[in-house]
């Protein structure tokens, strides 16, 4: 028995020490500027200000799953069920029996985002299993070039795409811990492509205070390799050196000059690209039962984000469930994401005004759902709400199934 506690004792101490050491490696989490890649200039973007679309696979900052976002994101340390493989992995460590979710995303730009999971306890629910699958469709877009703004008539299509595995486990009756594993594709423009691996890791500390629960959690999303595209599209000749002292530029070549004499024949490259960083998110929650009773239950939740592509973000939620029979129950929501990225004023320094709605409310959330108990199954929808400010606001449904 004593054998058993140290070795539970060491193993707690040592992911304990692997979480701490997670934020050491990630990429563009520290304290500093943010330039986009880093190694680029950063003229023409105000201080302090968004550096969005300079990340690789921005679909996976795209929230799953309806409770937390109508919560607006302060949920890492309050899920306690599929949703949680999302949010936070050692959520999953929580479950009570095996979960499916669907979620569907009405998203900005004519986009749709869909994503699936499913886990399971296992080994007495000390463990937890689970898989999970994203795909982002992206419309065809016509091509536009300097010489043809208006478009060429040719189009080009877009998909992004995650698939991984999580695995959660209790190291303690108060402390649990996950992890995901995942591949992650972009593809664009006829197949130009780039592949990465990534991690999202977990744990959360829950307890006693006053006697009402309190929890505090400790995430990293997106922590991995880079990306880089390439693909056919890229391929480029490049023409023979020439005897006379020119340079192959890929453009004027020996077939240009008749007076030129070729060393080799012409031979095939492909052009370099940027590489790109995952957004890499390391987040601080703590949540608490502001009320319990037989029938209902008020809890309310806090985080900070620490995000590699854009300065610090807040988040606060509330939520209250009430269950109207043992099988029914019902939940309301609200939350605000505050992102400090973006300008509030109505007009630039040149007195331009900006384009798109007023981004007052940007991150403001609302939601709710119901949950119908069958026997040892359960059903539940939820559904949420996204304010995004000067962009179109965004509408989220979930659908999951325990049994």
Known sequence: MLRKMALRAITTAGVLLAFVALPLLGQGIERKEYNGLDKYPTQG????????????????????????????????AVLDDISAIWWNPAGLGLLEQSEVMLTVVDYTMNLSYSYAAFATPIA???????????????????????????????????????????????LSDRFTA?????????????????????????AIYHTELADREIRFAFTVQNLGTNLTMRGEN????????????????????????????????????????????????????????LYTSESANWLASAELWRNSNIPISYAVGSEVNYNFTPFLSGAVRMG???QTDEFTDSADQLGYAYLGDNP???????????????????????YAYQNKGRLSADNFFSLQFGF
């Open 178 to 202: 996950g992890i995901n594993v995942k591949y992650i594709h972009q593809d664009f423009f006829q197949n130009l492509a780039a592949n990465a691996l990534g991690i999202d890791a977990g």
């Open 124 to 170: 007495d629910n000390v463990m937890t299993i689970g898989v999970f699958a994203g795909y982002l469709d992206i419309p065809d877009e016509e091509i536009t070039t300097i010489t043809s703004p208006n478009g060429t008539g040719q189009y080009y299509n877009a998909y992004d795409f995650q698939m991984g595995a999580s695995f959660a486990y209790n």
């Open 360 to 382: 007052t409310w940007r991150g403001l959330s609302f939601g709710g759902g119901l949950k119908q108990i069958f026997g040892s199954k359960a059903v539940s929808f939820n």
């Open 45 to 76: 973007r105000p201080g302090a200000s968004s550096s969005v679309g300079v990340r690789a696979a921005e679909f996976l900052t795209i929230p799953v799953g309806a409770r937390g976002i109508g919560m607006g994101g302060a949920s890492s």
């Open 336 to 338: 605000w994401l505050i």
């Open 234 to 289: 890229l391929r480029v000749n490049v023409g023979p050196e020439r005897l006379n002292g020119g340079v192959p530029d890929g453009y004027g070549d020996y077939s240009t000059d008749p007076f030129a004499l070729a060393t080799r024949n012409t031979r095939e490259a492909f052009r370099a690209t940027n590489t790109y960083r995952l957004p890499t998110t390391v987040k601080i929650a703590l949540a608490y039962n």
